[in-house]
Structure formats: structure tokens, C-alpha cells
């Protein structure tokens, strides 16, 4: 089974550079997308055949927004979390089948000077506190921005940037919450070096010399680590500040 995770970076800028190719010659078996920017009825998806599409927007037009395009239907599909709090803004949605849950999410950015980083503390719990009422039932595979570099390997410059968003002692701690729990990191399952990047600024060239950061990851419930043939980062694909992120399990 192949999946594939990515931050588009608004869905209809990136069917202009090359997202439609790309998607094609992958043939995954589940896509998730985030930061899409756009409701369903706004996307040529015509050509898409073959794939169920299950989109969670933001309220606030053009910001945000996840979507899941899977081969197969599945059984039930959930968006949000179920907190008001947390759920206006398009970046959840849960996918059962028959022997897991699939989940894509989008987590929100602290901001500069991190003045959202209270409001990302309380997501990162209250996300984790529903990653878990959902393994009570089934096992969990989790995927997307998680806006956040676990550790120093994880980003290029960790000590200019021990204060910034995605990088924030908070933050950091919130992603281990999450290992503590017993998920799995599926990257650092088949890579243990550092230089493996998803996301680079758009300034200096900054993509170019792979000045970037880890942020997007497929996780998975310990229940399935013995499923687990392959984890990869594809810098090679353009199309956004971020690049897609694969998943391929037995």
C-alpha cells in the first residue's frame, strides 16, 4: 500500500506546476493534501478518476484545508476533531477502513514571536487525546504538517532557531508527547541522519542548498510497525515550499 502525504500549498497553484503529472505517475493508493486554500466545488478534479474525495475546508476562504483522495471507500469519514475550538478551520479529517484509521491533519503554525503558541499547545493535546480515543478501536496512521522539527537533525540551522515557530521547546515537546504515547516516527525508522528536509523558505535560494526543515511525517500506532516497507522524504518534487512525503506499507 502506497500513501503520500503533502503540503500543496494552496491545491490550485500547485495542478499549475505539475501536481497533476506527478499524481498520475505515483498511482498511490491514498493522497492526503495540505494547506489546500480552496473548497471542493474550486478544483478540477474531473480527471482524478478512480479516487473518492473527501475535503474539509476552512470557513475563511482561501486559508488552510485538507483533503484525502483514496482507491478505496472507506467505511466512515470524520472531519474535525470534535472541539469547537478546533475545528473551523479545515484541518482534520479521518478516514476509517477496515483494519485502520487514516488521518490527515494540518497543524496550525505558532506564528511569529509564536504568539499562537498557547492555542498550538492546547492542539497538540487535544489532537494526541484524539489519536488515542481512535486506537482504542482500531490502529492510527497519521499524516501532514505537523509544523514542527522534532530535533536539531531535523532542520539546518537548529541554533539560530531554538526561539522560532516549529522549533519551540513547546513544540518539540508536543511531537514527543506523541512518540511517549507510542507512535511511530516512520521516517527515522529507515533514516537516522540529519540533511533530510520537507520544507524550505522560499528566500536565498534556501531550497537549493537544502537549508530546510523536517515538518510533514507519517506516523503510525506501534500496532503496525511490522507493516512498514518504506518511509521517504521526495525533495525532488516541485510544485510548493514543501515536498511530498511516502509511506509504503506491506
Given at each position: 500500500?502506497?500513501?503520500?502525504?503533502?503540503?500543496?500549498?494552496?491545491?490550485?497553484?500547485?495542478?499549475?506546476?505539475?501536481?497533476?503529472?506527478?499524481?498520475?505517475?505515483?498511482?498511490?493508493?491514498?493522497?492526503?493534501?495540505?494547506?489546500?486554500?480552496?473548497?471542493?466545488?474550486?478544483?478540477?478534479?474531473?480527471?482524478?478518476?478512480?479516487?473518492?474525495?473527501?475535503?474539509?475546508?476552512?470557513?475563511?476562504?482561501?486559508?488552510?484545508?485538507?483533503?484525502?483522495?483514496?482507491?478505496?471507500?472507506?467505511?466512515?469519514?470524520?472531519?474535525?476533531?470534535?472541539?469547537?475550538?478546533?475545528?473551523?478551520?479545515?484541518?482534520?479529517?479521518?478516514?476509517?477502513?477496515?483494519?485502520?484509521?487514516?488521518?490527515?491533519?494540518?497543524?496550525?503554525n505558532s506564528q511569529n514571536e509564536l504568539?499562537?503558541?498557547?492555542?498550538?499547545?492546547?492542539?497538540?493535546?487535544?489532537?494526541?487525546?484524539?489519536?488515542?480515543?481512535?486506537?482504542?478501536?482500531?490502529?492510527?496512521?497519521?499524516c501532514g504538517d505537523l509544523n514542527v522539527?522534532?530535533?536539531?537533525?531535523?532542520?539546518?540551522?537548529?541554533?539560530?532557531?531554538?526561539?522560532?515557530?516549529?522549533?519551540?521547546?513547546?513544540?518539540?515537546?508536543?511531537?514527543?508527547?506523541?512518540?511517549?504515547?507510542?507512535?511511530i516516527d516512520t521516517f527515522r525508522e529507515?533514516?537516522?541522519?540529519?540533511?533530510?528536509?520537507?520544507?524550505?523558505?522560499?528566500?536565498?535560494?534556501?531550497?537549493?542548498?537544502?537549508?530546510?526543515?523536517?515538518?510533514?511525517?507519517?506516523?503510525?500506532?506501534?500496532?503496525?510497525?511490522?507493516?512498514?516497507?518504506?518511509?521517504?522524504?521526495?525533495?525532488?518534487?516541485?510544485?510548493?515550499?514543501?515536498?511530498?512525503?511516502?509511506?509504503?506499507?506491506?
Amino acid at each position: 500500500m502506497k500513501l503520500i502525504s503533502w503540503n500543496v500549498n494552496g491545491i490550485r497553484a500547485a495542478l499549475g506546476k505539475g501536481f497533476r503529472d506527478f499524481f498520475e505517475n505515483q498511482g498511490a493508493d491514498i493522497v492526503c493534501l495540505q494547506e489546500t486554500k480552496a473548497r471542493a466545488e474550486q478544483v478540477d478534479i474531473e480527471w482524478m478518476r478512480g479516487y473518492h474525495a473527501h475535503w474539509n475546508s476552512a470557513e475563511k476562504a482561501g486559508y488552510s484545508g485538507t483533503v484525502v483522495f483514496s482507491k478505496s471507500k472507506p467505511v466512515d469519514v470524520s472531519y474535525g476533531i470534535g472541539i469547537a475550538e478546533h475545528d473551523t478551520e479545515g484541518r482534520v479529517i479521518t478516514l476509517k477502513f477496515d483494519d485502520f484509521y487514516l488521518v490527515n491533519v494540518y497543524t496550525p503554525n505558532s506564528q511569529n514571536e509564536l504568539k499562537r503558541l498557547p492555542y498550538r499547545l492546547r492542539w497538540d493535546q487535544d489532537f494526541l487525546n484524539y489519536l488515542k480515543s481512535l486506537e482504542k478501536n482500531l490502529p492510527v496512521i497519521f499524516c501532514g504538517d505537523l509544523n514542527v522539527a522534532h530535533e536539531e537533525i531535523d532542520l539546518a540551522r537548529p541554533q539560530a532557531n531554538h526561539h522560532s515557530p516549529g522549533f519551540s521547546d513547546g513544540e518539540r515537546s508536543g511531537f514527543s508527547a506523541f512518540l511517549d504515547a507510542g507512535f511511530i516516527d516512520t521516517f527515522r525508522e529507515f533514516e537516522k541522519a540529519g540533511n533530510h528536509y520537507s520544507w524550505w523558505s522560499y528566500r536565498a535560494g534556501a531550497r537549493a542548498r537544502n537549508v530546510g526543515w523536517r515538518l510533514d511525517y507519517w506516523c503510525v500506532s506501534a500496532a503496525l510497525r511490522r507493516r512498514l516497507k518504506d518511509s521517504r522524504i521526495l525533495p525532488e518534487v516541485m510544485g510548493s515550499d514543501h515536498c511530498p512525503v511516502l509511506l509504503e506499507l506491506h
